[in-house]
Structure formats: C-alpha cells, structure tokens
C-alpha cells in the first residue's frame, strides 16, 4: 500500500515562509481528497488543510486564517502546503494522508516532515 511521505520542513522564524511537499510511494488506484494534518508537542494531532484531486477545491482549519495555501500536481502526483507568515505556534511535525472516496476515513499516513519556528 502507498504511503504519502512529506517533506521541506525545516527551520524558519517567526513571520517566515516554507513550502512542503508530500508524494505517494507509488500512485494509489484512485484519489478523491489528500490533507495536510500536523501534530505539536504534546499536542494531539489536527487537520489543516485538504484539496479534492480532481476539481481542485479546498479547504482550511480555522487556524490557517488564510496563511497557508494548499495545491497539488496532479501529473507528478504531489501535493504541497505553502505557509506563510509562520508563527511559533505553527511548529510540528507536519503528515499528509489520503481518501480513495468520498466516505472513505483518510490512511496510508507515511512519514511527516518537522517545522520549527522561533521567535
């Protein structure tokens, strides 16, 4: 089964910019929603931001507060998270996840990529 592995994380300040990036191991049969989700220290892990393959269309935490931008590739079949203004809160280890349909839960997590943001 395919695992999406994310990556570009990094070290930023406060205020600054990163770009990531998650790809599959290998292309899934079908894919109807990919989602950015990140989890904090101590932190329980939280959706961010998800795009439907096809049409494009998506949709954002309310914490996101129009800060990170999510888009995908579909001919190299990978998905990015662009953040912006980035705050200390924003600091985690950041997963991508798929759903094959529209009712399926998201799975195939794979490796997530670490943010630090400093003050």
């Known amino acids: 089964q395919a695992h999406w592995v994310a990556s570009g994380g990094g070290w930023m300040q406060a205020g600054g910019s990163l770009r990531l990036s998650c790809a599959p191991s290998e292309r899934p049969f079908n894919i109807y929603r990919v989602g950015w989700f990140r989890q904090g220290p101590g932190k329980d892990s939280e959706f961010v931001a998800s795009?439907?393959?096809?049409?494009?269309?998506?949709n954002y935490a309310d914490f996101v507060q129009g800060r990170f931008i999510v888009s995908r590739d579909s001919a190299k079949n990978t998905l990015f998270l662009q953040m912006n203004n980035l705050k200390t809160e924003d600091a985690a280890v950041y997963y991508c996840?798929?759903?094959?349909?529209?009712?399926?839960?998201?799975?195939?997590w794979g490796q997530g990529t670490q943010v630090t943001v400093s003050s």
């Open positions: 996840a798929y759903k094959p349909r529209l009712l399926a839960d998201y799975g195939s």
């Open positions: 795009i439907i393959w096809d049409s494009g269309r998506t």
